[in-house]
């Protein structure tokens, strides 16, 4: 079982950054691979970004790339996602999730809101 605890979130306005973290527990943090992803109010789960265990591979959505960078502190057993240059259709709920194998984990999110 891993838990997983995201902070970071608020309220910006267009232009700014947030830095999101999440902490997970439970398990070797270094065996997971860790995404985050976001739910805008009436719209479906997106992917947002991932990196593999050691940190060496990372992927973007479209939308965010260039503006977002996810990271990982193994040590800290704790992935982050910096938020950069920060629009309205950012707004949504970030959620972290881990994956091993088959098994997946997710976070209970955290709102982030960008004014224009």
């Known amino acids: 079982q891993v838990q997983l605890v995201e902070s970071g979130g608020g309220l910006v306005q267009a232009g700014g950054s947030l830095r999101l973290s999440c902490a997970a527990s439970g398990r070797t943090f270094s065996s997971l691979y860790m995404d985050w992803y976001r739910q805008a109010p009436g719209k479906e789960r997106e992917f947002v970004a991932s990196?593999?265990?050691?940190?060496?591979?990372?992927s973007y959505a479209a939308s965010v790339k260039g503006r977002f960078t996810i990271s990982r502190d193994n040590a800290k057993n704790t992935v982050y996602l910096q938020m950069n240059d920060l629009k309205p259709e950012d707004t949504a709920i970030y959620y972290c999730?881990?994956?091993?194998?088959?098994?997946?984990?997710w976070g209970t999110g955290i709102q982030v809101t960008v004014s224009s």
């Open positions: 990196i593999n265990w050691s940190g060496g591979v990372t």
């Open positions: 999730r881990a994956s091993s194998g088959t098994l997946t984990y």
